[in-house]
């Protein structure tokens, strides 16, 4: 089976830094991403880990231990508009499918 | 703006009715994805077609339908709907059959079930 589990929601000051972790059980892992969805919007895309480490991308960064089934988003100088949810989603095994969590609520404040 | 489309963006209906939403993929992605989004259950996939053909399935219910056609786009057809079936419906597309492959999520349809 599988389970995705991440805070459902997180509170930050703007120009903080906020780590939003993510840990997974899966039957069969292929990749993990990313994604920032703004109330009422798409999903966008952030970052995709299949491999063991950090990937740095200016302000945000994702990691990733496939060992430990854990990754975490970190957010550096927070502004304003970062306020947003948070999906952390998982490529099941080699069926294809991208297995989502619920999602982390993130607020930030001034 | 991701290029994916669909349409409409809001629909209301009632229970037992069927609808149909529409989607436009990026173009030249081959793939379309379908998920639901509600408010207890976050993103759950439904399925994927590639180039016409189904791909992968996820948790569709069979009062729901989809297909994509020759110049790619997308419907996915919904039937004797239920109050639960409410819901934002996400079309994504990506340009490859992997689902490793980037997504790219167009605005969504808004479907309220009274």
């Known amino acids: 089976g599988q389970n995705i589990d991440q805070p459902t929601e997180m509170t930050a000051t703007e120009g903080a830094i906020v780590q939003i972790n993510c840990t997974y059980q899966t039957s069969g892992f292929n990749g993990l991403f990313w994604y920032q969805q703004h109330a009422g919007e798409a999903p966008t895309f952030l970052s995709y880990?299949?491999?063991?480490g950090l990937e740095e991308k200016g302000r945000f960064s994702s990691f990733l231990s496939r060992s430990k089934g854990y990754s975490y988003l970190l957010l550096k100088e927070l502004q304003m508009k970062d306020s947003a949810s948070y999906l952390c989603?998982?490529?099941?095994?080699?069926?294809?499918?991208?297995?989502f969590g619920t999602g982390t609520l993130l607020a930030v404040q001034p | 703006d991701s290029g994916v489309t669909q349409t409409p963006k809001h629909l209301i209906t009632a229970t037992g009715q069927r609808v149909t939403l529409r989607c436009s993929p990026r173009s030249g992605d081959l793939s379309v994805y379908w998920y639901q989004q509600s408010l207890d259950q976050g993103l759950q996939f439904l399925i994927q077609?590639?180039?016409?053909?189904?791909?992968a399935k996820g948790n569709i219910l069979e009062r729901f339908s989809a297909q994509q056609f020759p110049d790619l786009h997308s419907e996915l057809n919904l039937s004797s709907l239920e109050l639960g079936d409410s819901a934002l419906y996400f079309c994504a597309s990506s340009g490859g059959t992997s689902v490793t492959n980037e997504q790219f999520f167009g605005p969504g349809t808004r479907l309220t079930v009274l």
């Open positions: 077609y590639y180039n016409g053909e189904e791909r």
């Open positions: 989603a998982v490529i099941r095994g080699a069926t294809n499918k991208l297995i």
């Open positions: 880990n299949v491999l063991d």
